[in-house]
Protein backbone atom coordinates (compact mmCIF):
# COMPACT_ATOMS: atom_id res chain seq x y z
CA UNK A 1 0.00 0.00 0.00
CA UNK A 2 2.78 2.22 0.93
CA UNK A 3 4.46 2.01 -2.56
CA UNK A 4 0.95 2.83 -4.80
CA UNK A 5 0.88 5.97 -2.72
CA UNK A 6 4.09 7.04 -3.42
CA UNK A 7 3.75 6.02 -6.78
CA UNK A 8 0.64 8.27 -6.87
CA UNK A 9 1.99 11.04 -5.17
CA UNK A 10 4.75 11.72 -7.74
CA UNK A 11 2.56 10.97 -10.61
CA UNK A 12 0.29 13.82 -8.94
CA UNK A 13 3.44 16.15 -8.52
CA UNK A 14 4.35 15.56 -11.72
CA UNK A 15 1.20 16.26 -13.26
CA UNK A 16 1.22 19.78 -10.96
CA UNK A 17 4.31 20.63 -12.22
CA UNK A 18 3.48 20.12 -15.79
CA UNK A 19 0.46 22.17 -15.95
CA UNK A 20 2.53 24.76 -14.02
CA UNK A 21 5.03 25.08 -16.56
CA UNK A 22 2.79 25.09 -19.37
CA UNK A 23 1.27 27.62 -17.82
CA UNK A 24 4.17 29.72 -17.39
CA UNK A 25 5.25 29.01 -21.42
CA UNK A 26 1.57 30.46 -22.40
CA UNK A 27 2.10 33.23 -19.97
CA UNK A 28 6.13 33.99 -21.47
CA UNK A 29 4.30 34.17 -25.07
CA UNK A 30 1.70 36.37 -24.21
CA UNK A 31 4.29 38.99 -22.75
CA UNK A 32 6.96 38.27 -25.63
CA UNK A 33 3.64 39.41 -27.78
CA UNK A 34 2.55 42.39 -25.86
CA UNK A 35 6.40 43.79 -25.49
CA UNK A 36 6.67 42.99 -29.83
CA UNK A 37 3.28 45.18 -29.95
CA UNK A 38 4.77 48.21 -27.83
CA UNK A 39 7.84 48.18 -30.06
CA UNK A 40 5.52 48.37 -33.38
CA UNK A 41 3.02 50.95 -32.38
CA UNK A 42 5.27 53.06 -30.25
CA UNK A 43 4.47 56.85 -31.52
CA UNK A 44 6.18 59.56 -31.56
CA UNK A 45 6.70 62.14 -28.48
CA UNK A 46 6.67 66.23 -28.73
CA UNK A 47 10.41 66.40 -30.15
CA UNK A 48 9.44 64.12 -33.11
CA UNK A 49 11.64 61.25 -32.44
CA UNK A 50 11.05 57.81 -32.02
CA UNK A 51 10.18 57.00 -28.04
CA UNK A 52 10.45 54.33 -26.13
CA UNK A 53 6.59 52.78 -25.43
CA UNK A 54 7.69 52.05 -21.61
CA UNK A 55 8.52 54.31 -18.88
CA UNK A 56 11.50 52.87 -16.56
Do not use: D
Not at 22 to 49: D, E, H, M, Y
Amino acid sequence: MGPLIVVLLLALLLFGVGFAVKILWWVALVVLVLWLLGFVARGTNASGSRGRWYRW
